[in-house]
């Protein structure tokens, strides 16, 4: 699992997820979403 924040000139923020079996999901939310919320909550159900 990785997480890439929106930086100065990005106004964007990536999640990626390896899956085995199935590669990569990505998805992308807006500036100002708190990625650490998304990436605990997808953590724990994991």
């Known amino acids: 699992?990785?997480?890439?924040?929106a930086g100065?000139?990005?106004l964007e923020?990536?999640?990626k997820l390896w899956v085995s079996g199935?590669?990569?999901?990505e998805f992308g939310f807006l500036k100002g979403?708190?990625?650490?919320k998304v990436?605990?909550?997808l953590?724990?159900?994991i």
Do not use: C, N, Q
Request: hydrophobic residues 40%.
């Open 1 to 5: 699992m990785s997480v890439e924040t």
């Open 8 to 10: 100065t000139f990005d």
């Open 13 to 15: 923020s990536e999640f």
């Open 22 to 25: 199935l590669g990569t999901l």
């Open 33 to 36: 979403t708190d990625m650490r």
């Open 39 to 41: 990436a605990a909550l």
């Open 43 to 45: 953590s724990s159900g």
